[in-house]
């Protein structure tokens, strides 16, 4: 069987176009097999709807009187870099309010724009002969703007991480809130309906592809940032019209102690152009295989726990090391099939007609590291030996060694030199003044922050800022104290650096 | 009454339960508590005629108040149904439907707001006080 896009979109234009979503074709291949359901289909919508972080939208805001050539430009507290033209400015979804922070982004501006709401622009300049003017301040609507188009440098995934966390303190992630001992796996995609895991050679799927963006036309510009199609990672960057689309079909987001990202419903027409095209659409979850990942390693190769299916993911619960682990999706399964039922809906009643790609994407190779000029150092490049005391011990012998050490922190650690918990020069300088001398383990604090040689020290400073403590005892896989990090080294490496 | 007492990195080592008591006169009891890195939560028992007059003391010292008398509740029209919050619930009292939407059965939550951070519409809400 072999039929051309003009041949349905002469079949949209006289209403005889035979339109399925991926989740259907999935079952009617199983049902009359590849041959058959090629012949009797002539499109299969695909649809997801997740947090794509990489998403904006350029505005033109139209020239004031007189006029300004912005410097910068804020939409309700949220910049937009405007380092293009005069009255141009991109606005991303995760930018942060300079005022309120994670709880409003880019994308809630966006969204307010959508709802039809007025947005307050602020914005600078340093003036010149042909635009004297210094400052703004006005409030906007939607309406109000010339221009206001959606470019999103990375959407659409063709899949994407499973995550969960091994450590032993909840973490939040843009995956999430993932709780401690794996307390919960998270995924996303939109698996059997994911666009580009129904035509994995990108075949149909390419530069000039129009496509249903945020519940309007919108078209493909390119591959998308980190494309990396070797692993099954494609991803697009897509444009449309902001000013036709839909808030249902775009909703501002944040990700708790992580930052604000952008729900963007983003639907593909597949033309089944011959049995190998019918094939590839007959995708199934249980075929779209991805690896579940540590996301409390925070560096840029996490430990890959296993693979799973999404049918496995979907399943609501997967078994990690013999765990049963709940499991829950980020992007929504219920709008990716919204979108892939009204680009059916708009194909079938002629409002949609299907484009041929100008170009196609790469369907080889994978996304570069960072090519990083200066070495990061590591907490063994920066440890110091640290002195420990055995369980058992009591205050007064804790303060002695602390006295002779001259150490403001004394690990804790058991018979095979294992750590069990740390004692501060406060704790003892406290329990003594209290008169409480006696065993050391009532007064020692048994949760210990540690790190492993290996850690970057970024990872040191996070841990200190975030736990609000001044040291980190650095162990091995063992437990075993190798020596000790403190925020008075790390400053004084810090300003050594800076001296250098 | 129950309330959920929340305490930030402000206050979290500051006498607050003893001083509510000791200002108030009201005898508090404290069901279960936790602190994790630098915030707390406390759940306490406060009889219902004094219930005021101690929230009052406290939301004056800094404490969030949240009802746990009233269920969480969820905006359905606004509910984008990804299901963040699904596995975020300890007691499975947040589940998938047939249809793939997300359904809270109030009867099942145990009000611990897992799910109201969770959720990146911040559709969830535990009552204020």
Redesign the interface.
């Known amino acids: 069987m072999r039929r051309t896009i003009e041949e349905i979109n002469e079949k949209i234009r006289d209403g005889s176009v035979n339109v399925v979503t991926a989740e259907e074709m999935t079952a009617l291949v199983q049902e009359l097999g590849v041959s058959e359901a090629a012949r009797q289909v002539d499109v299969v919508t695909t649809g997801t ?3 794509m972080c990489s998403s904006g939208v350029f505005f033109n805001f139209g020239h004031s009187d007189p006029p300004i050539k912005m410097q910068r430009v804020w939409l309700n507290d949220v910049e937009a870099y405007t380092g293009i033209a005069a009255v141009d400015a991109y606005l991303g979804a995760t930018q942060l309010s300079d005022t309120k922070g994670m709880d409003y982004g880019g994308s809630h501006v966006i969204e307010d724009l959508l709802k039809g709401e007025e947005v307050w622009l602020k914005a600078i300049a340093y003036g010149t002969d042909c635009y004297p003017r210094k400052r703004i301040d006005t409030s906007i609507t939607l309406d109000d703007m010339n221009q206001a188009i959606m470019v999103n440098p990375r959407n659409a995934y063709q899949k994407y991480n499973a995550a969960t966390n091994c450590s032993s ?2 973490i939040y992630t843009y995956m ?2 993932l ?1 401690p001992n794996n ?4 995924y996303s995609g939109a698996g059997v309906l994911s666009p580009l895991s129904n035509d994995p050679n990108y075949e149909t799927i390419g530069v000039g592809t129009r496509i249903f963006l945020g519940g309007a036309q919108g078209y493909i510009i390119s591959e998308g940032t980190q494309h990396s199609p070797s692993g099954g990672f494609g991803t697009l960057m897509v444009t449309g019209n902001l000013k036709k689309m839909k808030r249902e079909y775009i ?7 992580y930052g604000t ?1 952008m ?1 963007v419903g983003l639907g593909i027409p597949i033309p089944i152009l011959n049995d190998d095209i019918a094939r590839a659409t007959a995708v199934s979850d249980a075929e779209i295989v991805t690896g579940v990942y540590d996301y409390s390693v925070p560096r840029r190769s996490k430990p890959e726990l296993r693979k799973v299916t999404y049918e496995e993911l979907k399943s ?1 619960m997967i078994d990690l090391n013999g765990k049963e682990v ?10 990716a ?1 919204q979108v892939a039922a009204e680009l059916k809906s708009w194909i079938k009643s002629g409002k949609f007609f299907l484009s041929s790609p100008v170009e196609r994407i790469p369907v080889e190779g994978s996304t570069k590291p960072m090519k990083q000029t200066q070495e990061m150092p590591l907490i063994k490049d920066v440890m110091v030996p640290v002195a420990t005391i055995k369980v058992g011990f009591s205050v007064y012998e804790a303060a002695k060694k602390i006295i002779e050490d001259r150490f403001n922190h004394l690990p804790v650690v058991d018979e095979d030199k294992r750590l069990v918990g740390i004692v501060t020069s406060w704790d003892v300088s406290k329990a003594l003044a209290l008169s409480k001398d006696g065993d050391l383990a009532p007064i020692m604090t048994r949760n210990v922050i540690t790190v492993s040689p290996e850690d970057p020290v970024d990872l040191a400073v996070r841990l200190l800022e ?3 403590i001044s040291a980190l005892p650095v162990i091995d896989k063992d437990r075993k104290v190798l020596g000790i990090v403190t925020g008075e080294g790390l400053s004084k490496l810090i300003s050594r650096g800076l001296r250098q | 009454m129950k309330l959920l007492l929340r305490f930030n990195s402000e206050i979290i080592k500051k006498p607050i339960i003893a001083e509510a008591v000791l200002e108030t006169g009201v005898k508090l009891e404290i069901e279960r508590a936790r602190v994790e890195g630098p915030q707390g939560e406390i759940v306490v028992n406060v009889p219902d005629d004094s219930c005021r007059e101690v929230v009052n003391v406290l939301k004056r010292k800094k404490v969030e108040v949240t009802r746990l008398d009233v269920p969480i509740t969820k905006d359905e029209e606004n509910c984008i149904h990804c299901g963040a919050c699904v596995s975020a619930c300890p007691v499975g009292a947040i589940r998938y439907e047939y249809d793939w939407r997300v359904r809270m059965d109030e009867k099942l939550c145990v009000q611990c707001g897992n799910c109201v951070n969770a959720c990146p519409v911040r559709v969830i809400k535990l009552p204020e006080y």
């Open positions: 709807f997740g947090a303190k909840t999430g809130t709780l307390g919960n796996v998270t909703r501002a987001a944040t990700f708790y102690k990202t729900y609501g709940k499991t829950s999706s980020l992007s929504s399964f219920y709008m099939r975030k736990h609000n």
